[in-house]
């Protein structure tokens, strides 16, 4: 991640590069007709979502599901429609993630991950969601989160005038991912949230879906443990008032009847039959210090003792020095000669040797390179590989120069065991999956998991199914359980 500093500097090139005259002025919001600080024009807006969506579809991957990215897609483009920014192009995608979370990208491109819309029941539930992520783009809080920023790092705007623009395009490129990880404000997330509302009740849709799916992630937060929250309600520190508050302020009256919230439930449930749940095997597992990638058929070693980390397809890990790397990185819109090629020609990489390699029998490029991180002098080997499913990934290992001698070894060791799964039972494992069953009798969740979904905690199925674990839930009912994958 890049540090204040360097996003700051970021950041400005972009207000830069966008052409914004009057870096002191105030915009308009869209939402709210109020004036909001925004140092970036909206088609500077769209292209950063652009250039993040990139970066997050080569580290998270999109769920591979068409009917369902399709459902989600035609409610999101009915809400965005009703919305005061009609003309953005708007997308709406399944992240494969089983993080509970969803989040909106600047300019319109919004995710909903598979671990949150296993914990949906009804239509209007996911309207709320999408609705509230429409409400953060429409209010432009992004592009007014990253202007607060500037102000905060640089106190003063003149600063902003000390750039070469000649940085612009390389400094822009370090703002990636960080994008996700901005923090709204509490009146940021409630002018969300009362905006979901509005674009509900425009839509079509029960408004109080919003309020539903926020005791929902109370629920979740609470059955987590202490200390825990969902992704959505990070920002907040009172989940518990949070969905009160909204009802108070945005006029709601009573929801629907238990029987019309089952009726609708009926009807939505279906959509979530096969959903794959908890953690994908074939996206990658952790034996020990090995990873093995199912999907795209690859496996590597991480040297013994070293930490390892993921983020997505994203797998770090790091010596007990903390002078060494091994990272795996994957590639999109590129071959794996295309990958390496441009690896070589960045800035600031000296490279001391290339070619094509083999990898344990799959074809792959090698680079091997001197350069700076923080001032600091680098050397290291990257091994770029085409997977049997065609993909490519990048496997990167260096540590300082003055430490390359010693690390060298261990770290060459880990790159080149680089190759495809070896082991037959894992091409064949699969994820868990959502499945409906309709009860022949009365039970409780213990019961429930006992019967259909033993390899789960009762508390998970009650969580899954809006009960208490020990409440019973009564014949003919159709419930949410998880089929074990293999």
């Not at 090995?290 to 890990?317: K, N």
């Not at 680089?418 to 699969?430: C, K, T």
């Not at 390899?455 to 409440?471: G, K, T, Y």
Request: glycine share 10%.
């Amino acid at each position: 991640m890049p540090t204040r500093s360097t996003r700051a500097r970021s950041l400005a090139a972009l207000a830069l590069a966008a052409g914004v005259a009057a870096l002191a002025a105030c915009s308009v919001n869209p939402a709210t007709g109020r004036n909001q600080l925004a140092f970036f024009s909206e088609a500077a807006e769209i292209e950063l979502g652009a250039e993040v969506d990139r970066e997050l579809l080569s580290n998270s991957g999109v769920y591979d599901d068409a009917e369902l990215e399709a459902y989600v897609a035609q409610l999101g483009h009915r809400l965005a429609a009703v919305s005061e920014r009609p003309d953005l192009p708007w997308s709406f995608r399944v992240a494969d993630d089983e993080i509970v979370n969803a989040f909106a990208l600047p300019g319109g491109r919004i995710y909903v991950t598979r671990g949150l819309l296993a914990h949906l029941d009804r239509e209007a539930e996911l309207a709320g969601v999408l609705g509230h992520e429409i409400g953060h783009v429409t209010a432009r809080h992004s592009v007014n989160a990253l202007s607060r920023e500037l102000v905060i790092s640089l106190g003063l705007v003149a600063g902003l005038t000390l750039l070469d623009a000649g940085e612009t395009a390389e400094m822009v490129g370090s703002l990636g991912m960080g994008l996700l990880f901005l923090k709204f404000g509490r009146n940021q997330e409630r002018q969300a949230d009362q905006l979901g509302v509005r674009y509900a009740q425009r839509a079509g849709f029960d408004p109080h879906g919003v309020v539903d799916v926020l005791r929902v992630l109370q629920a979740v937060s609470h059955a987590e443990g202490d200390g825990w929250f969902p992704v959505w309600l990070s920002t907040h520190p009172d989940p518990d008032r949070r969905w009160q508050r909204l009802g108070q302020e945005t006029g709601l009256g009573p929801g629907p009847t238990a029987a019309e919230r089952e009726r609708e439930a009926r009807l939505f449930r279906p959509r979530l039959d096969g959903l794959v749940y908890g953690q994908d095997p074939r996206n990658g597992v952790l034996e020990g210090n090995t990873w093995v990638q199912l999907r795209d058929g690859y496996q590597l070693s991480f040297p013994p003792g070293w930490r390892v980390e993921r983020e997505g397809q994203t797998v770090a890990a790091e010596n007990p020095a903390e002078d060494a790397l091994v990272l795996l990185l994957p590639q999109t819109g590129r071959t794996a000669g295309e990958a390496a090629a441009a690896f070589a020609e960045a800035e600031g990489v000296v490279v001391t040797e290339s070619g094509e390699v083999g990898s344990r029998g799959l074809p792959a490029h090698l680079v091997r390179f001197e350069t700076d991180l923080e001032d600091e002098p680098v050397t290291g080997v990257a091994v770029f590989l085409h997977t049997r499913s065609s993909r490519v990934v990048a496997l990167v290992g260096l540590s300082s120069t003055e430490s390359w001698p010693r690390r060298r070894a261990v770290i060459e060791r880990a790159v080149w065991s680089l190759g495809p799964v070896v082991r037959p039972q894992h091409r064949a494992a699969e994820p868990d999956r959502l499945a409906l069953v309709t009860l022949d009798r009365p039970m409780d969740a213990a019961e429930i998991a006992r019967r259909y979904s033993p390899h789960l905690e009762p508390w998970e199925l009650a969580l899954l199914n809006r009960v208490a674990v020990d409440e019973p839930i009564p014949a003919g009912r159709s419930v949410k359980v998880v089929r074990e994958g293999g």
